[in-house]
């Protein structure tokens, strides 16, 4: 053991037994993923705990995993590169244009790219990537990426290095949505495989800083830098190759061994620690990151079909009968802030809309009251004989669901509520919870997006919309927000209906918020600076460096 060992007996760590420690050290070691040194800040390698891989690696499929996000970050690039606070700057894309109606926008890229088999990034690479990220295939089991514009008509190659995309209606949400984490650039070689070969991650090529060296299903991945890559984007302060040689993403699904292993000095990342370790681990000396990502709060979809939800007083009632603070107090820590809305603050567009998530009981229980639903002598109420039941699904992408859906149990108890919770792992909720699933009255949301424009479309089923409140078209006043915030032709224009549209969807109680979501938490050894969070909370280390 290193003398970090020492540090373990120091602190609130002291729970885990050594013999814990010693073992996930074993376990790191004998996969010969020890940590390699660097005096001068550059080369050197890293081992990043993560607690998940997912279970394909279909780009397109794979994509907006929590997980596989962290790779495709470092094999792949993106168009547009989009900050923690929105901002959107050049990447591939050098510059763009669009018309005054937001129907046609042009891309000028960046001349010498190229993926990592040798193809080159031209535009006709590019018009590959955005018609599979559009359509799909769906035939060969590869999906569409959800938040592309379901708007999309065709792309063109105008020239080598000029892109002309055309949409079928105005799409305000395009450009930012060119740097979501779904919309990787892959090779179109490896586009052009079948499914079952693009599952195979050694052979997909991207233009990142890093390729795959080597990887093992359900074990790990593992990176080493391009030495000829020269096109990052501007925005993260370098564009050369990567400075660290190697990333390897190792799979260790126990939380508390990930960071024994970050505190032994056998690892430098440990993904998805408990929010409660991260004041102690800080006065240790290690680095914690809690960067929250452009996209919706944490919180539920209600399903408008199932009854008892089909009634807007008892949406309301839950809205109401939720307190907010309690749960940061009690999960969390103040690195996680109140909800205001059902988008998370830092995105553009998003609305102060406190007032409608305000904690009170007493409301709640007038709503049920005179929706005929009674308390009886146990503190459940009933309805024509049936109870006030509501089943949650904890959602396995954010380490905390299950803990925050126990404490929301207990304070809607208090109001008449009989709540049942179920938890499965990443690949079971994936088959079984879906959003308005006959037994799923609210869906846990953990979702990124770039652009709040995006929001509307997705909730109902217009364009091939998600439909996420199963309202289909019997909301009117919904589908006319959506349809005048998707013909918005400046983002001036679009705010105040987004403003509209976000007091109206927590008004109905479609959709009820817990926190502003901290989805992706980072416990790392102070040897290693500068990485960067992107906007939606990524962890990149191609600026990283790792000293003695």
Do not use: C
């Amino acid at each position: 053991m290193t003398e970090r060992s020492t540090l373990l007996s120091l602190s609130r760590r002291r729970l885990l037994i050594t013999t814990s420690v010693a073992a996930t050290a074993l376990l790191v070691a004998t996969a010969g993923f020890i940590p390699a040194q660097s005096a001068d800040g550059n080369g050197g390698e890293i081992t990043f705990l993560i607690d998940s891989l997912g279970d394909t690696w279909i780009p397109n499929n794979s994509a907006i995993s929590s997980f596989q996000g962290h790779i495709w970050g470092h094999v792949a690039d993106k168009l547009l590169y989009v900050d923690a606070d929105g901002k959107v700057s050049p990447w591939i894309a050098e510059k763009w244009e669009q018309n005054d109606t937001a129907t046609e926008f042009t891309l000028q890229l960046k001349s010498g790219v190229t993926f990592s088999d040798g193809t080159a990034l031209d535009a006709s690479a590019v018009v590959a990537n955005l018609d599979i990220w559009y359509a799909g295939r769906k035939s060969d089991g590869i999906n569409p990426i959800g938040l592309f514009p379901k708007t999309y008509d065709h792309a063109e190659a105008i020239d080598a290095t000029t892109v002309k995309v055309f949409f079928k209606a105005p799409t305000l949400g395009f450009i930012p949505t060119l740097g979501y984490h779904g919309s990787i650039l892959i090779s179109p070689k490896t586009l052009a495989q079948p499914a079952a070969q693009q599952a195979d991650l050694s052979k997909t090529s991207g233009s990142g800083p890093y390729v795959v060296d080597s990887w093992k299903e359900g074990d790990f991945v593992k990176l080493v830098k391009r030495k000829d890559y020269n096109w990052g984007p501007a925005a993260v302060g370098h564009t050369g190759p990567a400075y660290l040689d190697t990333i390897t993403y190792k799979l260790v699904s126990e939380p508390s061994l990930r960071v024994a292993a970050v505190q032994s000095g056998q690892a430098d990342v440990a993904y998805n620690a408990s929010p409660q370790e991260l004041e102690s681990l800080k006065a240790e000396g290690f680095t914690t990151a809690t960067p929250r990502y452009l996209g919706f709060v944490n919180g539920w979809a209600v399903n408008t079909k199932l009854a008892p939800y089909d009634d807007v007083k008892v949406r309301q009632a839950l809205q109401a009968g939720i307190n907010r603070q309690e749960i940061i107090d009690t999960v969390y820590t103040p690195d996680w802030k109140l909800a205001t809305s059902f988008i998370q603050s830092n995105v553009p567009g998003a609305t102060d809309q406190s007032a409608l998530l305000a904690y009170n009981p007493d409301k709640a229980e007038k709503l049920l009251d005179e929706a005929g639903w009674v308390k009886g002598a146990d503190g459940i109420r009933t309805k024509n004989g049936q109870p006030l039941v509501l089943t949650l699904h904890s959602n396995p992408y954010l380490a905390t669901s299950k803990s925050v859906d126990e404490l929301i149990a207990q304070q809607l108890g208090k109001i008449g509520w009989k709540v049942a919770i179920r938890a499965y792992d990443v690949v079971t909720f994936g088959q079984k919870v879906k959003y308005g699933g006959p037994a799923v009255p609210a869906y846990e949301v953990t979702r990124s997006f770039i652009d709040a424009g995006t929001v509307a479309s997705i909730l109902t089923n217009a364009n091939n919309g998600e439909n996420w409140f199963a309202l289909d078209e019997s909301d009117k006043t919904l589908n006319e927000l959506r349809d005048k915030i998707a013909s918005a032709g400046s983002t001036e224009s679009r705010k105040p209906l987004l403003d509209e549209l976000q007091k109206y969807i927590l008004d109905q109680g479609y959709f009820i918020p817990r926190t502003q979501i901290v989805q992706r938490i980072y416990v790392q050894s102070p040897k290693l600076k500068g990485e960067v969070y992107n906007g939606v909370a990524y962890a990149s280390y191609y600026t990283a460096t790792k000293s003695e």
